[in-house]
């Protein structure tokens, strides 16, 4: 590492934030300590990057997005749906049950056959 004097410090740090795109004091520092040192590098990459006028126009680091929040639907707007083999009992083998991702309420039939016609069935006379 080259010991650098005082009055080549500004250009060094210049070229180092300007060329990697004005990253923050981290990279900054870490790409000078690969060459060069001096006793306080790290506070004036951080005197540097505070004072940079293309930084402060662009700030983003203060910015507070809020995270987004999904519209929540009605009541069996979206249901989870799932059918179970069960021991055959008065001719059903089945089950079907849906439940409302909201509220969580359950809905249920015993069906004698898993096809679509018994699942829309179920969907269109219990569901909706």
Same mark, same amino acid.
């Given at each position: 590492? &080259? @010991?650098?004097?005082?009055?080549?410090?500004? *250009?060094?740090?210049? /070229?180092?934030?300007?060329?990697?795109?004005? !990253?923050?004091?981290?990279?900054?520092?870490?790409?000078?300590?690969?060459?060069?040192?001096?006793?306080? &590098? @790290?506070?004036?990459?951080?005197?540097?990057? *505070?004072?940079?006028? /293309?930084?402060?126009?662009?700030?983003?680091? !203060?910015?507070?997005?809020?995270?987004?929040?999904?519209?929540?639907?009605?009541?069996?707007?979206?249901?989870? @749906?799932?059918?179970?083999?069960?021991?055959?009992?008065?001719?059903?083998?089945?089950?079907?049950?849906?439940?409302?991702?909201?509220?969580?309420?359950?809905?249920?039939?015993?069906?004698?056959?898993?096809?679509?016609?018994?699942?829309?069935?179920?969907?269109?006379?219990?569901?909706?």
């Amino acid at each position: 590492q &080259l @010991v650098v004097p005082e009055e080549k410090r500004y *250009r060094l740090i210049k /070229e180092a934030h300007d060329d990697l795109g004005h !990253k923050g004091v981290f990279t900054v520092r870490t790409r000078l300590l690969l060459r060069f040192w001096w006793l306080l &590098l @790290v506070d004036d990459v951080k005197w540097y990057i *505070r004072t940079c006028h /293309e930084c402060q126009i662009r700030q983003t680091t !203060k910015l507070h997005i809020p995270p987004s929040v999904p519209v929540i639907g009605g009541l069996f707007h979206r249901a989870h @749906v799932d059918t179970m083999l069960m021991p055959k009992a008065g001719g059903y083998r089945y089950i079907v049950q849906a439940r409302c991702a909201l509220s969580t309420y359950p809905e249920w039939r015993m069906l004698r056959a898993e096809n679509g016609v018994a699942l829309a069935a179920f969907i269109f006379e219990d569901i909706l």
